[in-house]
């Protein structure tokens, strides 16, 4: 087995090298209709770009778009590490844990 490094140990290029290499797994999973290997390497690759985030761009009590799920919106309450913590508007209230690199602005894009 590979010396893995942990992603918080990991510079920007580790960091992307490591998500194209995700990705490729990811691709050639699906390819091979392994849906829930796709779904674990697709995982592994958000959270690598999560440390690719700075924390400090997400603020707390501010509302979020989710990448993936459209017209979906996420309020943050806290963050601990890379994730930020809170609710789904709409929803039940009940408090989830999204990876930073999940979260869209809401003020920019489309």
Known sequence: MENEKKYSDM???ELRSEIGRLMEKARKAE???MINEFAVYQRKA???KSYMI???T???GEM???DGDEGVFFQVDYLKGRFAWGYR???NRAEEALPIAMLQPV???K
Do not use: C, F, S
Request: neutral net charge.
């Open 11 to 13: 510079n920007e290029h």
């Open 31 to 33: 390819q091979m209709g």
């Open 46 to 48: 958000l959270m690598a």
């Open 54 to 56: 700075d924390p400090a």
């Open 58 to 60: 997400i603020v707390p």
């Open 64 to 66: 979020y778009r989710i």
């Open 89 to 91: 508007l709409g929803g």
């Open 107 to 109: 003020k920019t894009g």
